[in-house]
């Protein structure tokens, strides 16, 4: 009963654009358990109209930043702008506070503008349905673009951003080698490239590699979409203008052609899995806090091993139930 | 019976320390699957003699070139080194080619060194476990160091480093404002602090920040080891003998005190539960593969939610036998 009222309630309010519901939402969201979900599956279902914008790149490449320049842009445009930034500072200590955030700050007190941190603390396999849902309520209580920025390392993060309509990955010129080896690994989620930092001079060095790795076929996904490259300036504020141009051009493309469809169908299959394999870990995890410490002595004194232990642990469990 | 086959005979010519058998079980580990796992079950029993030193630290902090350090080092006083390295580099291509690893190339055909790359490709999950069962392998092919490198960025990486016998975090200095507040979350699991690089002029006032950090209480574990901070240069070979003998302090430490005996738990612990959490998450794949595409339409139309469908899935599937 308690569960319903939270979801009737709180829902409405985050529809009627009560920015202080959105925000106690997502944290009940963040908490995860089993009260939260007929508010967020109410949120799900009345969701459905943002363009929602996946931002990702190394660390240094100057993400937040350029969401920072891109949201003023999509104000003037007369859009509400939600944005998520999935932030892995801090997996121990729980805190969520880069310092590019901060950057932003000048945008945290207009209502037209909702931004959140989520930290990837504790959210093993749980932070990719939590972002989903975030970007739900935000476009449920009415912003029209939302962004989600991820750090392109670690699987999760890559396909966070990669689960949006319009998905951008950020390159800059001089990172060093581990940094550069990192990147390779998310040029082929990208539909529109950015070079940022191209104020300094050996960034046309950058573009002109990212164009030579995308000749070579990496960013095909089976769309007709041609990818697109795009050098940016936040200092000088240069290639922004374009950068927004690219995108209302892929959201169109995205809207309008049958080639949307299946981007919409792997979205909803991500969703799908991502919360299932979370309610299936959940469950495990309350079953495996219930264990007695004998298996893991076994193991440790190597009387037995981790297989034989896993196998049998879930033979004991059917996990079909809360 | 082919699973036995090749648990006896792969088992026996890792043991008598045959290296294409060592890099032939850690491919099949990697792979997966039930037929592997006789063998790693057999590893497992017949391991536990080496010492185990995670390494990490955010991208261009020079653990790689440290862990090349070290292994000279422990090369010198006897010990064949295995190092396994998990490379973020490249989740969608596959490929696990960091810069960092050409340097060590030197050591690649020294019959007393195995170095080992793993991508985390495709491995959601499956790293953890899949990581300590190689260095199961390498440790029952008699290598008596043996060094876990992985980028700290992302939490099973994190949690990876931690499940060692001996955990070195490497800061350095002059990294970025996102880099810094990545490198927040892994002052904690330091048993020993390494500032690389301490041939720059801004190297003291990083020793600095990380003494006062540490004052503040951030690495107590509930043990009494008083962690150290030891500042090491590859290019001036300053204090790598300082940090060869910590190493060895902590290893007698672990080895010789109670204190020793929780963190073996804790790593035991983690073990039975990835190992649990990948047979489970690989069950649900094999079921989840078999759906149709019914469900994916229906959440695309949000006529359903991801949490109904969720649960509904797992209730229509025990996933409790292979």
Redesign the interface.
């Known amino acids: 009963v308690s569960a319903r009222i939270l979801s009737s309630s709180l829902v409405a309010r985050v529809q009627a654009g009560q920015l202080h519901a959105v925000a106690r939402l997502i944290s009940r969201a963040e908490q995860g358990g089993p009260e939260v979900?007929p508010a967020?599956?109410?949120i799900?279902?009345?969701?459905?109209r943002a363009h929602v914008i996946g931002i990702t790149g190394?660390?240094?490449s100057g993400k937040s930043t350029l969401v920072g320049k891109l949201t003023g842009r999509m104000l003037a445009c007369g859009r509400r702008v939600g944005i998520i930034a999935i932030d892995?500072?801090?997996?121990?200590?729980g805190?969520a506070?880069?310092?590019?955030r901060i950057r932003m700050s000048e945008m945290a007190h207009d209502p037209r503008v909702f931004i959140r941190s989520m930290a990837?603390h504790g959210?093993?396999?749980g932070m990719a349905?939590t972002t989903l849902d975030a970007v739900d309520i935000l476009d449920v209580a009415g912003f029209e673009t939302i962004f989600v920025e991820t750090?392109g390392?670690?699987?999760?993060?890559?396909h966070i951003a990669k689960a949006a309509h319009t998905t951008i990955v950020v390159s800059a010129p001089g990172l060093?080698?581990?940094?550069?080896?990192?990147k390779?690994?998310?040029?082929?989620?990208a539909d529109i490239h950015v070079v940022s930092k191209c104020d300094r001079s050996d960034a046309n060095r950058t573009i002109t590699d990212l164009e030579q790795m995308l000749m070579l076929g990496?960013a095909s996904d089976g769309s007709n979409w041609a990818v697109e490259v795009v050098g940016t300036s936040s200092v000088a504020e240069t290639g922004l203008d374009e950068l927004v141009e690219a995108i209302e051009r892929h959201r169109a493309y995205v809207a309008r052609t049958p080639q949307g469809q299946p981007r919409?169908?792997a979205i909803?299959?991500f969703?799908?899995?991502k919360?299932?394999?979370n309610?299936?870990?959940q469950r495990?995890a309350d079953y495996?806090a219930r264990e007695d410490?004998s298996?893991?002595?076994k193991?440790?004194r190597?009387?037995?091993?981790?297989?034989?232990?896993?196998?049998a642990?879930?033979?004991r469990e059917?996990?079909?139930n809360q």
Do not use: C, K, N, W
């Open positions: 979900r967020l599956a109410e799900y279902r009345r969701a459905g190394v660390p240094g892995p500072s801090s997996p121990y200590s805190g506070i880069l310092g590019d990837t959210a093993t396999g349905h750090v390392v670690g699987q999760d993060e890559v060093g080698d581990e940094l550069q080896a990192m390779a690994g998310l040029l082929e989620i990496m919409g169908q909803a299959e969703r799908l899995r919360t299932a394999e309610l299936l870990l495990f495996f410490g298996s893991t002595g193991l440790m190597r009387e037995s091993d981790p297989y034989s232990m896993a196998a642990l879930l033979e059917t996990l079909q």
